[in-house]
């Protein structure tokens, strides 16, 4: 739940750039929005320096002193105590270290061999993905990725072009006179707003009903809003109904996130949920090419039918993974 809660900051800098955009473009132009929206970014950089390392990783590299520190400090966050053991580096030639552990030297963090070691150099830990034991998993979540970043950021293009009849299509809904002047930034914010529910939603969810569930049920829900605009909607309802999908599309997409890297074994955890989230960029890319394209074409139905059809197979997806990894112990191997 609590990396749910972590990720309302996306949604926070969405609201706030939706409200830059809304405040600025009235009064200036867009290089002032990319200019203040580039703020943030700065900042970051300076924090990086202080994030904590991975102990994992230290322990990788043969400083276990630090690697300790961290893990006494996440100890006293969470208001407990270390096992009791020593931690031990598996680069370490201590030969005390190579002895077989005893009772009082068990070690905090699982070692790494020396083979493990050399897997994660060069693209060892990329084939790895690619398994018997890891094959299905990696090309199920590649696909499911996909279609949580093409259905989330088509979603918010399909805002400028549906809710603000941008394409032209459809002149009757301009002339309405509920969508003039900055109306389409003010569609914007409110499906940013969108996100705030179905994030409490999920983290209500997730630890509930588990992973798998939480995210069919929202994507369920997402294709439930869409299907009506197979149709052209009025500006209000349209609006209404793309706040919906949003709400749930950003919920699926947030517990994917999460669900990726518990799929996999520790040694390859960083590399298969990495390429799975860059497989899933891809998504994004490319769904200008329907909510932008074949909108202005005036294929608003094709359109949607396309997002439908991929949070289909996004749903047989979801059921298709082995396991669901509520209440499960990360793995340290395939298994």
Same mark, same amino acid.
């Given at each position: 739940?609590?990396?749910?809660?972590?990720?309302?900051?996306?949604?926070?800098?969405?609201?706030?750039? +939706?409200?830059?955009?809304?405040?600025?473009? +009235?009064?200036?132009?867009?290089?002032?929005?990319?200019?203040?929206?580039?703020?943030?970014?700065?900042?970051?950089?300076?924090?990086?320096?202080?994030?904590?390392?991975?102990?994992?990783?230290?322990?990788? &590299?043969?400083?276990?002193?630090?690697?300790?520190?961290?893990?006494? &400090?996440?100890?006293? =966050?969470?208001?407990?105590?270390?096992?009791?053991?020593?931690?031990?580096?598996?680069?370490?030639?201590? !030969?005390?270290?190579?002895?077989?552990?005893?009772?009082?030297?068990?070690?905090?963090?699982?070692?790494?061999?020396?083979?493990?070691?050399?897997?994660?150099?060069?693209?060892?830990?990329?084939?790895?993905?690619?398994?018997? !034991?890891?094959?299905?998993?990696?090309?199920?979540?590649?696909?499911?990725?996909?279609?949580?970043?093409?259905?989330?950021?088509?979603?918010?293009?399909?805002?400028?072009? #549906?809710?603000?009849? $941008?394409?032209?299509?459809?002149?009757?809904?301009?002339?309405?006179?509920? #969508?003039?002047?900055?109306?389409?930034? =003010?569609?914007?914010?409110?499906?940013?707003? @969108?996100?705030?529910?179905?994030?409490?939603?999920?983290? #209500?969810?997730?630890?509930?009903?588990?992973?798998?569930?939480?995210?069919?049920?929202?994507?369920?829900?997402?294709?439930?809003?869409?299907?009506?605009?197979?149709?052209?909607?009025?500006?209000? #309802?349209?609006?209404?109904?793309?706040?919906?999908?949003?709400?749930?599309?950003? +919920?699926?997409?947030?517990?994917?996130?999460?669900?990726?890297?518990?799929?996999?074994?520790?040694?390859?955890?960083?590399?298969? @949920?990495?390429? @799975?989230?860059?497989?899933?960029?891809?998504?994004?890319?490319?769904?200008?090419?329907?909510? =932008?394209?074949?909108?202005?074409?005036?294929?608003?139905? $094709?359109?949607?039918?396309?997002?439908?059809?991929?949070?289909?197979?996004?749903?047989?997806?979801?059921?298709?993974?082995?396991?669901?990894?509520?209440?499960?112990?990360?793995?340290?191997?395939?298994?």
């Amino acid at each position: 739940m609590w990396m749910i809660v972590f990720s309302t900051f996306w949604t926070f800098g969405s609201i706030f750039e +939706a409200t830059l955009v809304w405040i600025v473009m +009235a009064k200036l132009n867009w290089r002032w929005v990319l200019a203040l929206s580039s703020v943030p970014s700065f900042a970051l950089l300076f924090l990086y320096g202080v994030a904590p390392e991975s102990p994992r990783y230290l322990c990788m &590299k043969g400083r276990t002193g630090d690697a300790l520190r961290i893990l006494e &400090k996440i100890a006293s =966050v969470n208001r407990t105590k270390l096992p009791a053991g020593v931690l031990i580096s598996s680069r370490s030639t201590d !030969k005390a270290e190579e002895s077989t552990p005893s009772e009082d030297r068990i070690p905090l963090l699982p070692s790494l061999s020396k083979s493990s070691m050399q897997s994660k150099l060069g693209l060892s830990s990329f084939f790895m993905l690619f398994s018997s !034991k890891l094959i299905k998993t990696t090309a199920l979540l590649w696909v499911l990725l996909f279609g949580d970043s093409f259905s989330y950021y088509g979603i918010i293009l399909l805002t400028s072009k #549906l809710s603000s009849g $941008e394409s032209g299509c459809f002149p009757t809904i301009q002339s309405s006179g509920y #969508l003039l002047g900055d109306s389409l930034y =003010v569609n914007a914010f409110i499906t940013s707003i @969108a996100e705030l529910p179905g994030l409490f939603l999920s983290a #209500l969810l997730v630890d509930r009903v588990g992973r798998k569930q939480t995210m069919s049920i929202m994507f369920g829900l997402a294709f439930i809003f869409l299907l009506p605009l197979l149709t052209r909607q009025s500006a209000v #309802l349209t609006t209404c109904l793309l706040f919906g999908a949003r709400m749930n599309a950003m +919920a699926t997409f947030t517990v994917a996130s999460i669900y990726a890297p518990e799929l996999y074994p520790t040694s390859v955890r960083t590399t298969g @949920a990495g390429v @799975a989230s860059a497989v899933g960029r891809i998504g994004g890319m490319v769904c200008p090419l329907v909510s =932008v394209a074949l909108v202005n074409a005036c294929h608003q139905t $094709e359109a949607i039918a396309i997002y439908l059809a991929v949070i289909v197979v996004s749903l047989v997806c979801i059921q298709l993974f082995p396991y669901d990894t509520k209440g499960r112990e990360l793995s340290d191997t395939a298994c």
